[in-house]
């Protein structure tokens, strides 16, 4: 089983895809670390979004590492889908042609490498968004603004992510169609049910929704207050997630003919 | 132990009966051509022998065991499939590294395989630039990576050049002959394995159409005898008294059926009729494919 994890990080590292990833994502984060700078204790229509000083400004620019999210369920969309894009599947299964350890293998590779996004997530918010405190003047305090909890949650939310992306990979195999997929579930879907109200109720129930219960950011920015799981209910939602995509790339690769 | 066995295979996709009742076997030290034309049912017979695709019915056995169930397959069977089977940003030397690591073997394997099919140069090129031919020969590197006992390629020969397909032939023969390895070999372009099989298995649409040693296959039952001489009239009165079919190929030349050589020979000296020529008549074995394979 080691030597199977091994073999999917060597797959994984040996192409180009990792880091173009994961200088895209930093990317992003930074534009949204930019943004959250920028607008710091702006006022308009009357409210005003925290200022750099206070711990929830930092608690609002340290969740921005969630967005990563999306990079790595494309990832993870990928690993699974090259497979059968570039035929590499069949040399897969003739060095191990049982397929369940060979699934496992690429769903335990998959949480590593979403781990290591998320550190790197972390370590960049750390180097931008701590000097953007202390330049204004400001006190950093990891308590207060609840700093281990959501960078386990941003861990927690990108490893499972991958898990997600290798599912949907799974299941429907076309590289494109997997990425469109992902996509659209991301910034359509969950966007929809986690902006509206009223569909609040259902969206805290989907995977951004309960990655987001796990951060726990509880502050009013202007749109009300969330309507979230608890932290421990997130997390159980989250894994069962894992346990379904799992199941889901599993049950669809093990009978399958490769022609 | 028979090295390959396959009994009684039935494999469909949908209304297609890819493979219908399939049985031969391959033993070690002996290259086997698996021949058919397109669309026969030879691919879909080597993915079910390396458990690819599971058959409707029937086995398919490598040392009288399933492909899943070996241990350690890499280092018992070394197949080629398609030469299109790599990501076109990995390294050459890294795609079988990544076979090396997930079939247990040691990593240096994957250059010394790269040397011996001559990519050594290319180790560390991405496999997006190779050419077609380069494709076949880092798939047969991954054949032998673990170097197994048992080879099963699938048109190994396409998109060779003419010095490649030499080189191929030469390899196949030294795995079997020189190192008794047992090698399925399948191809539909007969002139590429003619030189290199030793038994041939015939497949037209899914079904088995003949099998046996080349030389019994290509020689035939009804093989006919070729004979020069400068009083072929006489001599095919001659033959057709004694039972035989003659056939006018030229002014001087006779093709003979209905009986050998020696025969012939003996008639002729009956006779006292100089013959300048006999010879055993050998259907290529693209003719008897085609034969075989045509209105099936």
Redesign the interface.
């Known amino acids: 089983m080691t030597?199977?994890v091994?073999?999917e990080l060597?797959?994984l590292f040996?192409?180009?895809?990792w880091w173009i990833m994961m200088i895209v994502m930093i990317l992003l984060i930074g534009i949204s670390l930019g943004f959250a700078i920028g607008s710091a204790g702006v006022e308009s229509n009357g409210l005003s979004t925290p200022a750099r000083t206070s711990p929830e400004w930092l608690e609002l620019a340290w969740s921005a590492g969630a967005s990563g999210s999306i990079f790595v369920m494309i990832l993870g969309v990928i690993m699974m889908t090259?497979e059968y894009r570039?035929?590499?599947v069949?040399?897969?299964?003739?060095?191990?042609?049982?397929r369940t350890p060979v699934i496992a293998a690429k769903l335990v590779a998959g949480l590593i490498v979403g781990a290591l996004f998320a550190v790197a997530a972390l370590l960049f918010e750390t180097v931008v968004a701590i000097p953007a405190v202390l330049i204004s003047g400001g006190e950093v305090s990891l308590t207060a603004s609840h700093i281990p909890q959501i960078s386990l949650g941003i861990l927690a939310n990108l490893a499972l992510n991958v898990l997600f992306g290798i599912g949907l990979g799974a299941l429907v195999r076309n590289q494109i169609a997997g990425v469109v997929a992902a996509i659209v579930w991301s910034y359509a879907i969950e966007g929809i049910f986690s902006s509206f109200p009223a569909l609040q109720p259902v969206g805290k129930w989907l995977p951004g929704g309960a990655a987001r219960a796990l951060m726990s950011i509880d502050i009013d920015t202007g749109l009300g207050r969330p309507d979230l799981l608890p932290a421990w209910a997130g997390a159980l939602v989250l894994i069962a997630y894992a346990v379904l995509f799992a199941f889901v790339a599993s049950a669809t690769t093990v009978?399958r003919?490769?022609? | 132990m028979t090295a390959i066995e396959i009994r009684n295979l039935v494999k469909s996709?949908g209304a297609v009966k890819a493979v219908d009742d399939v049985t031969f076997t391959v033993e070690a030290g002996s290259v086997t051509g698996y021949l058919g034309p397109n669309g026969a049912g030879k691919?879909?017979t080597l993915?079910s022998l390396?458990?690819?695709?599971?058959p409707d019915s029937g086995e398919a056995l490598i040392h009288g065991r399933r492909?899943?169930d070996?241990e350690a397959?890499?280092a018992e069977v070394g197949?080629v499939?398609?030469a299109?089977?790599?990501?076109?940003?990995?390294?050459a030397a890294?795609?079988l590294?990544?076979?090396c690591?997930?079939?247990?073997l040691p990593v240096k394997r994957a250059e010394e395989a790269l040397g011996q099919v001559g990519l050594a140069d290319v180790a560390g090129k991405r496999v997006g630039g190779f050419s077609l031919g380069m494709r076949q020969r880092l798939a047969l590197a991954?054949a032998i990576l673990g170097r197994p006992r048992v080879f099963i390629l699938d048109e190994p020969a396409n998109g060779l050049d003419p010095a490649g397909i030499e080189w191929l032939r030469g390899f196949l023969r030294h795995l079997a002959h020189d190192q008794g390895a047992a090698v399925l070999v399948s191809s539909h372009v007969l002139s590429e394995v003619e030189q290199t099989v030793d038994d041939v298995v015939i497949l037209a649409r899914g079904k088995l159409v003949r099998q046996g040693a080349l030389d019994e296959i290509v020689t035939g039952d009804d093989a006919s005898v070729r004979v020069r001489t400068a009083r072929a009239p006489e001599l095919a009165d001659a033959l057709e008294a004694a039972g035989a079919t003659v056939e006018r190929v030229t002014e001087d030349t006779l093709r003979v059926r209905g009986l050998d050589s020696e025969a012939i020979g003996q008639l002729a000296l009956d006779r006292r009729i100089v013959l300048t020529e006999v010879g055993q008549e050998r259907s290529d074995l693209q003719k008897v494919f085609l034969e075989l394979t045509e209105g099936r």
Do not use: C, M, W
Request: charged residues 20%; proline residues 5%.
């Open positions: 030597a199977l091994r073999a060597h797959k040996t192409t180009r895809l090259s570039y035929q590499t069949t040399g897969t299964f003739l060095a191990t042609p049982r009978r003919d490769i022609t | 996709f691919t879909t993915r390396l458990s690819l695709v599971t492909y899943r070996i397959p890499l197949a499939l398609e299109t089977s790599f990501h076109p940003g990995r390294t890294n795609h590294r990544g076979l690591i997930a079939g247990r991954g």
